[in-house]
T-cell receptor
Framework: GESVGLHLPTLSVQEGDNSIINCAYSNSASDYFIWYKQESGKGPQFIIDIRSNMDKRQGQRVTVLLNKTVKHLSLQIAATQPGDSAVYFCAEPPLSNAGNMLTFGGGTRLMVKP | KAGVTQTPRYLIKTRGQQVTLSCSPISGHRSVSWYQQTPGQGLQFLFE???????NKGNFPGRFSGRQFSNSRSEMNVSTLELGDSALYLC?????????????FGQGTRLTVV
């Protein structure tokens, strides 16, 4: 079955630095990926998504890169701020438009040091 | 507009009891999905309801069930509670079903089984 996982469980960065959070997936047919941010006491919040026909997508201070060759995606956060401290998940819906059934990676905790 | 509302926020139950959790989706959203979040297993999909019909079901025992009402509000029920059912239960609503419809999460219900 499909699986989505993360390399690093915890990432500690200095305020102002860039952060990179990684995610690996196993199904080469996967065509859509989503990054979520979960702050303490809250539910996950959509950050950015990317389809497999793209290698890169940019948002406000965030960039997602997709490398289909090695089945890897990353979330880059520029000029990391204390408010970015949270757990970040990559997620993947099922193939073939089969519904809203997300498979989440294990999550990476981002800690921003002032 | 109002976000996804989950009630109650916190719940303590005894082993063997049953519990019902409620989720009110964003107005106009017809898809409601439920997830269980634990430190050990991460975020795991329970089920999705769309137009009062269960569209997808995750790999959970039959003790976990749900339903959706005509106003799209959803409830999930867990019978014969076990200690391992202690978790944060998250509800997500989407305008439509289909995987690429953005999911908006509620703050969750923290269930503790003692």
């Amino acid at each position: 079955g499909e699986s989505v996982g993360l390399h690093l469980p915890t990432l500690s960065v200095q305020e102002g630095d860039n952060s990179i959070i990684n995610c690996a997936y196993s199904n080469s047919a996967s065509d859509y990926f989503i990054w979520y941010k979960q702050e303490s006491g809250k539910g996950p919040q959509f950050i950015i998504d990317i389809r497999s026909n793209m290698d890169k997508r940019q948002g406000q201070r965030v960039t997602v890169l997709l490398n289909k060759t090695v089945k890897h995606l990353s979330l880059q956060i520029a000029a990391t701020q204390p408010g970015d401290s949270a757990v970040y998940f990559c997620a993947e819906p099922p193939l073939s438009n089969a519904g809203n059934m997300l498979t989440f990676g294990g999550g990476t905790r981002l800690m921003v040091k002032p | 507009k109002a976000g996804v509302t989950q009630t109650p926020r916190y719940l303590i139950k005894t082993r063997g009891q049953q519990v019902t959790l409620s989720c009110s989706p964003i107005s106009g959203h017809r898809s409601v999905s439920w997830y269980q979040q634990t430190p050990g297993q991460g975020l795991q999909f329970l089920f999705e309801y769309f137009s009062e019909t269960q569209r997808n079901k995750g790999n959970f025992p039959g003790r976990f069930s749900g339903r959706q009402f005509s106003n799209s509000r959803s409830e999930m029920n867990v019978s014969t509670l076990e200690l391992g059912d202690s978790a944060l239960y998250l509800c997500a609503s989407s305008i439509r079903t289909g995987g690429d419809s953005e999911a908006f999460f509620g703050q969750g219900t923290r269930l503790t089984v003692v």
